[in-house]
């Protein structure tokens, strides 16, 4: 008997049926989510990201930050995400809707980014730990992405320019953004889920507050 | 069923020798080219790992940022190495299996080339920033195109000896084949045409990843390096397969669990919770044909007497396939009940998938290159000791990578999971275990130059022989001189 078919055959049913329960069921159950009205923000959730922090995602893509960073915040039952500040209420797929690619991430080799844009909203020091994280963390690896800046030698006495990252940068140096590391910086500051949704709502409810919490206030 | 008792009966059919001819040259490029992507790779993989304790080791160059030269270590060594080691192995095994001559090597040898070019612009891309972000597909759709297109000639010129076989009865490893041959091309093109070129919306790109990562090891690395064992197996024991039909429930288990468990890879991700339930399933009945795979290597080993253990793959063989039940387990272990709350998101996942490339598919695979790169050069390897420092290194570096990897996911999970513990504070432990796995990726690329070293010697023995028909294989196939030739050689 000639076997390949009935293992050509068999072998299609097998993956038609894996694609079948990994990717249609899925897609089924989450695929069509719809931007979603948030009676707090009187707005739709999740907005389309302004077009500088738009350019930012692609920095991000394209220096493979995702490597090292995650954009996701489990459940509160299942590990230390809330209890550590990452996100107040875990993300579900309406918080992604609006990305592309999705950078959802694997390794947690740093911390996660989900919120990051309220945990660190200056643009000083955000730029100051791209430049050089250690600056700001001692022990850190990240790596350093001294490549998006412009860096020159100062002459003696010669004042730095406005845009500079301050003077303890890098002694003796004129440090300044390159657009990328400025588009980076407002697409960190853009990331944020923070929204109460009707099934991921926000476990501030019990205080009946009815306006959403100020951008700036802590987690 | 085992194929070493046909061979005796129906040896007058093809000579093998003019079986291994027919294979020479498309084998010899494609494994040429893996032991040089390995290489490669590896090359990167140790910079991207000496980067995480040395954060400012070459800073300045954007190219070699730790987010580019991560994903272009780990595609090199899947595209690159892997996909061509499995296709050379293809193409031997179904030409000896079916016993006819290869045909269409001038398709596959085109195939090799492209899928080379492929790999090369791939990581290229990769590297200059183009990455496309999804695990396992950051080449861009352009190189990933050449890759899948230059996979599927190989593909075609192995499919088609198997349509023109002589031998009816399909030994196990050809099934497998089937599978492993298939399922790239299908795979890799539903996963971008889903992911990139046309995406999905949302989160939908992260299930697609996920399915593609899952499918990539399960469905098409293990169905290849279990063909290379099925083969191997009762070759370097000189005793059939224990049985067919226990090899026959390992593949069909594994093609179906192998390719729903693709969720299992979100695990407490943003998805419903059944649907992370069914992916967690499928993953936990992979347990099925790794026993099954488990016990028909263990019983055809230990039992009886083992006749010819001569030949240099026999130890890849063994450490290879019982690395498959080791590999199973580590990952189910990291899905049952509360190990995912300390292992999830670290580097735990990373030591699984190292065990996965190299100790298992990866030992396979170089235990198949030595053993078959005999054979189609006609020439025994002169000496042991480069294959035994190989095979050291090797496994050397397979245990400290993913050691560290696994015991450092362990350590830093268990802190984490401690909120009172700062991030910084947990995650400098992984200082001491990113070392260790610098060395580890030291010694792994260190045996893989011994085993490069030591291919290329026995192929400079007889050059002037080798060359005349490299050139008449290029200028249009097999002509009757040089088979004349190379007999009287032989």
């Keep these: 008997m000639n076997q390949v078919p009935l293992v050509f055959l068999g072998l299609v049913a097998a993956v038609a049926g894996s694609f079948y329960g990994a990717i249609f069921l899925p897609h089924h159950a989450v695929g069509r989510a719809e931007l979603e009205y948030v009676d707090d923000t009187g707005a739709y959730y999740p907005a389309p990201r302004n077009g500088l922090a738009q350019q930012g995602a692609e920095v991000y893509r394209a220096q493979g930050c995702v490597e090292c960073h995650t954009q996701q915040v489990r459940p509160k039952t299942l590990g230390s995400d809330v209890a550590r500040g990452w996100g107040r209420r875990r993300t579900i797929a309406q918080d992604y809707a609006q990305d592309n690619p999705v950078q959802l991430g694997s390794l947690r080799l740093g911390p996660d980014l989900t919120n990051v844009g309220k945990r660190q909203p200056s643009s000083l020091s955000n730029l100051r730990h791209l430049y050089n994280p250690r600056l700001v963390v001692k022990e850190s690896y990240m790596p350093r992405y001294e490549y998006l800046f412009f860096k020159r030698k100062l002459e003696a006495n010669e004042k730095p320019s406005l845009n500079a990252l301050p003077a303890d940068t890098e002694a003796g140096y004129e440090v300044t953004p390159k657009p990328q590391a400025l588009a980076l910086v407002a697409y960190l500051q853009s990331l944020s889920a923070d929204v109460p949704l009707f099934s991921a709502p926000l476990p501030v409810a019990v205080t009946n507050q009815v306006k959403a919490p100020s951008l700036t206030q802590k987690p | 069923m085992g194929d070493t008792k046909h061979i005796s009966q129906s040896a007058s059919v093809v000579d093998p020798d003019r079986i291994d001819r027919s294979c020479r040259w498309p084998v010899v490029l494609l494994f040429t080219g893996a032991m040089s992507w390995l290489i490669i790779g590896l090359t990167m993989g140790l910079f991207s790992s000496i980067k995480m304790h040395a954060p400012g ?26 996909a061509q080691a499995a296709l050379g192995c293809s193409l031997w095994m179904i030409s000896r299996l079916s016993r006819v001559e290869l045909r269409l090597s001038g398709i596959a040898g085109i195939g090799a080339l492209a899928l080379n070019a492929g790999v090369a612009f791939g990581v290229l891309q990769v590297l200059a920033g183009q990455t496309t972000g999804f695990t396992w597909m950051e080449i861009p759709r352009q190189g990933a195109s050449i890759i899948v297109g230059g996979y599927a000639l190989v593909a075609l ?334």
């Excluded at chain 2, 990578?401 to 984490?416: D, P, R």
């Design chain 2, 57 to 82: 080791f070459w800073a300045q160059c954007e190219w070699v940022s730790y987010g580019r030269l991560r994903p272009a270590f780990m595609d090199a060594v899947l595209y690159g190495f892997a």
């Design chain 2, 157 to 490: 010129s192995a499919l088609y000896t198997l349509h023109k076989r002589e031998e009816k009865q399909l030994y196990v490893s050809v099934w497998f084949l089937l599978a492993g041959l298939l399922v790239f091309p299908w795979l890799m093109s539903l996963a971008y045409m889903l992911a990139v070129v046309e995406p999905l919306r949302g989160v939908m790109q992260a299930v697609v990843n996920a399915y593609f990562v899952n499918g990539m090891t399960y469905l098409w690395l293990t169905s290849m390096a279990m063909a290379v064992a099925y083969y191997l197996l009762p070759k370097v024991t000189g005793k059939p397969l224990r049985s067919h039909d226990s090899a026959l429930l390992c593949f069909w288990t594994l093609v179906v669990f192998g390719g729903w468990s693709g969720l299992s890879l979100m695990a407490d991700g943003p998805l419903p919770r059944w649907l992370l339930g069914v992916g967690v399933g499928a993953k936990w009945l992979i347990i099925v044909p790794a026993a099954a795979f488990t016990m028909d290597c263990l019983y055809t080993w230990f039992a009886g007497k083992t006749s010819a253990n001569e030949g240099v793959a026999w130890p890849y063989v063994l450490f290879g396939s019982l690395s498959f039940p080791i590999f199973v387990l580590l990952d189910i272990l990291s899905t049952i009940g509360p190990a995912p709350r300390t292992l999830l998101f670290t580097t735990y996942s990373q030591g699984i998938l190292h065990f996965a490339v190299f100790g298992f598919a990866g030992l396979l695979f170089m235990g198949a290159i030595a053993h078959i790169w005999e054979r189609i050069l006609g020439g025994r390897f002169p000496k042991r000791l480069p294959f035994i420092a190989h095979l050291l290194l090797s496994l050397l570096g397979i245990v400290l990578i993913s050691g560290s990897y696994l015991l450092g996911g362990v350590s830093v999970g268990g802190k984490l999971a401690d909120p009172s513990v700062a991030f910084t504070a947990a995650s400098s432990t992984m200082t001491l275990f990113i070392r260790s796995a610098t060395t580890g990726y030291l010694a792994l690329l260190l045996g893989q130059i011994i085993l490069a070293v030591a291919l290329l010697k026995s192929f400079a023995t007889n050059t002037a022989t080798i060359r005349a028909e490299f050139f008449q294989w290029c200028c249009g196939g097999r002509s009757p001189g040089s088979d004349k030739k190379a007999r009287a050689r032989a």
